[in-house]
């Protein structure tokens, strides 16, 4: 079968996710957000914060990115810093309490999202749906695509 955009996994992949990227930074922007902001608000520990370093891997982001997320975030008075009691070198980047009411938001956001998706999907999609992208993800992160055999 020749390969076309329609039976492609990787182009299938990359323009869902543009699609749901550009919905969530749509509806951010009416709160004067994006979605990197309202990811990162639901990554940080809502209790006990989060470690600086552990940010950028959880998020896929280069720490010069994080950085300028962070410290717009801070102006915004979303999060501030504190230094990691168990860790000196370390700094807990937590919420404020305008930045849980920003998470509570946020998370009722992405609520929505995944319920009306699994109204339109039979039980068994979403079953196949998870295995299928944890089947991809697995292939990517244990470098099975591109190994030189």
Known sequence: MKETKET????????????????????????????????????IDKHTGSASTSLGPKMGMEATSLSRLLKSMEEKGLIYREKNPNDGRSVLIKLTDFGKEKRETSKQSVLQFNNTVKQKLSKEEVAVFFKVTATINNLVVNKKIFNNI
Do not use: C, P
Request: hydrophobic share 45%.
């Open 8 to 43: 492609s996994i990787d182009h299938q992949l990359r323009a869902t996710w543009q699609a749901v990227a550009k919905m969530y930074n749509e509806e951010a922007s009416k709160y004067g957000s994006t979605m990197a902001t309202i990811f990162l608000l639901l990554t």
